[in-house]
C-alpha cells in the first residue's frame, strides 16, 4: 500500500538549530514527493517538490531512493519556521501524519 | 499564484441537515480536484477525487452517499453532506491541481463543520 511515514509528531529546537524533519516513503513506481507547511490559521502551502529541488525559505530536501527517503533540511532554523510540516506523495496526494516544528528563542 | 476558494469558511447546523461545501478554482481550470478531512492534532486524510463531468472515486470506507460530490465544471466541486450527523462535525479541506493535474496541488482555507 502507498504510505508516506512521518516519525516525530513534534520537533522543538532552539533558534539557530539545525532541523532535520523525517519523511519515509513506501509505494511502487517512481516517488513524487512534496512537503506542504500549515501556519497558524493558515492554509496548507507547498513548500517543496522533489522534482525541483530548490530551496525555499531555507529548506531543502532531497531525495533518497536507497533509504527511501524525503527529509526536510533547514540548517539555521528561526521563530517563524514554526508550523506544521506535512510530507506528501503521489498524485491524489497521501499525506504523512504531520510534524509540529516549535522553534523556540 | 494559483488560488482555491473554499466556501462556507464555517457551517453550524442541526443533525438531519445536508450541507454543501463549494470548491473554487480562481484563476485555473482543474479537471481534478481532492476533498479531505482533518480531525483535530491529526493529519489529511483523503476521501475522494473529484473528477470533472464523471464520477468521483471515493477512497475505501468513505461513504458515497453520504458524501456526494459534484464536479460540474473545471472551475467548481462540491461536496454534499447529507444528512449530517455529530460524527461528521470535522474540518474538510478541498484542493486542486493546476497544469491539467500535472503541477503541483493548492488547497482552499477550509471548512469548519459543526454538527449540534
Request: with cysteine.
Amino acid at each position: 500500500a502507498q504510505r508516506v511515514t512521518q516519525p516525530e509528531k513534534l520537533l522543538s529546537v532552539f533558534k539557530g538549530a539545525p532541523v532535520e524533519l523525517k519523511c519515509n516513503y513506501s509505494y511502487s513506481g517512481s516517488p513524487e514527493l512534496f512537503w506542504y507547511v500549515q501556519y497558524s490559521r493558515q492554509r496548507l502551502q507547498l513548500l517543496l517538490r522533489h522534482i525541483s529541488r530548490e530551496s525555499i525559505k531555507g529548506f531543502t530536501a532531497d531525495l533518497n531512493k536507497g533509504e527511501t527517503s524525503f527529509h526536510l533540511k533547514k540548517p539555521f532554523a528561526q521563530e517563524e519556521d514554526s508550523a506544521m510540516y506535512y510530507c506528501a506523495g503521489r498524485g491524489k496526494l497521501i499525506f504523512g501524519q504531520g510534524t509540529e516544528l516549535s522553534v523556540k528563542p | 499564484g494559483a488560488v482555491v476558494s473554499q466556501h462556507p469558511s464555517r457551517v453550524i447546523c442541526k443533525s438531519g441537515t445536508s450541507v454543501k461545501i463549494e470548491c473554487r478554482s480562481l484563476d485555473f481550470q482543474a479537471t481534478t480536484m481532492f476533498w479531505y478531512r482533518q480531525f483535530p492534532k491529526q493529519s489529511l486524510m483523503l476521501m475522494a477525487t473529484s473528477n470533472e463531468g464523471s464520477k468521483a472515486t471515493y477512497e475505501q470506507g468513505v461513504e458515497k452517499d453520504k458524501f456526494l460530490i459534484n464536479h460540474a465544471s473545471l472551475t467548481l466541486s462540491t461536496l454534499t453532506v447529507t444528512s449530517a450527523h455529530p460524527e461528521d462535525s470535522s474540518f474538510y479541506i478541498c484542493s486542486a491541481r493546476e497544469n491539467r493535474g500535472l503541477g503541483p496541488q493548492h488547497f482552499g482555507d477550509g471548512t469548519r463543520l459543526s454538527i449540534l
